[in-house]
């Protein structure tokens, strides 16, 4: 008899452990709607933060070379999520960064290089650690001692001018980049209300880039021979300029610690 009790009361614990687990799944299946939510809510909450992270840094592969560009000018956003600051005249998250030199940019390129884990591209003195370059970006001074650059690396840097017209003509032959009509591919002086506008909102060029006819004119690599003083090159076009403009006279030189509200510039890479 104690026997056959002490089974009874085992029937007894598994029979309400029984009825808790098939409560427990009832509850479950009746608010699975709510469960399968809230796991869709926190997935699109992961997928947005790991967007937000890369969203202002889109690469497009040029064809037939061994080039990626940044898709638009560097914008307020990134720049200031990398230096710290923002400097420019015309502020907006999307708009692109300008009031920044040659100093400034190749500064911020190694910076950002550091920051996607590639190689930097450029040295002063020996050393790519701008924290030792013994230079405060947005002073307009002058990056003193021995510069050079390392093209092969596979860091952010500024495009060479032949770079930059390649990738300007998007393979058309359109006197803008992307078009001949600039008022669909670039804001200049007709339509730019004399300030310059959020990145991306015109028609790109055939290689997907962005605004390389008119928003602000953009720092290249090469230093400029046929001047005097050597300055670097700038290209493109800003939202001051004229429709006469075209891709065949959008240069210019600057100092290299010069700044202006309607300059800026986008980065590129050497890719495998």
């Known amino acids: 008899m104690a026997e056959n009790k002490k089974n009874h009361h085992i029937f007894q614990l598994f029979y309400l452990v029984?009825?808790?687990?098939?409560?427990?799944?009832?509850?479950?299946?009746?608010?699975?709607?709510?469960?399968?939510?809230?796991?869709?809510?926190?997935?699109?909450?992961?997928?947005?933060?790991?967007?937000?992270?890369?969203?202002?840094?889109?690469?497009?592969?040029?064809?037939?070379?061994?080039?990626?560009?940044?898709?638009?000018?560097?914008?307020?956003?990134?720049?200031?999520?990398?230096?710290g600051v923002n400097p420019s005249h015309f502020k907006g998250r999307h708009r692109p960064v300008e009031h920044v030199s040659w100093y400034d940019a190749i500064y911020f390129c190694n910076k950002l290089s550091e920051k996607y884990g590639y190689a930097p591209v450029y040295y002063v003195n020996d050393t790519a650690d701008v924290t030792k370059w013994d230079y405060k970006p947005h002073q307009e001074d002058s990056i003193e001692g021995e510069l050079y650059y390392v093209y092969w690396e596979n860091g952010f840097r500024l495009p060479t001018n032949i770079e930059w017209e390649f990738a300007a003509s998007g393979g058309e032959d359109y006197e803008y980049s992307g078009s001949n009509d600039l008022h669909k591919v670039g804001w200049f002086n007709e339509n730019s209300g004399n300030k310059t506008h959020p990145v991306a909102k015109k028609k790109p060029n055939a290689y997907g880039l962005y605004d390389m006819s008119g928003n602000v004119r953009e720092w290249v690599q090469d230093i400029n021979e046929l001047w005097k003083d050597k300055d670097p090159q700038v290209r493109g076009g800003s939202y001051a300029n004229r429709k006469g403009f075209t891709l065949d006279n959008m240069w210019d030189s600057k100092k290299a610690w010069a700044t202006d509200r309607n300059l800026g510039f986008r980065v590129v890479r050497t890719v495998d």
């Open 18 to 83: 029984g009825l808790a687990s098939i409560g427990f799944m009832k509850n479950l299946f009746k608010h699975s709607a709510l469960v399968a939510a809230l796991i869709a809510t926190a997935l699109m909450f992961m997928s947005c933060k790991k967007k937000l992270a890369s969203r202002d840094v889109t690469m497009v592969k040029i064809p037939d070379t061994n080039l990626e560009v940044m898709t638009t000018e560097v914008t307020q956003g990134l720049y200031e999520e990398i230096m």
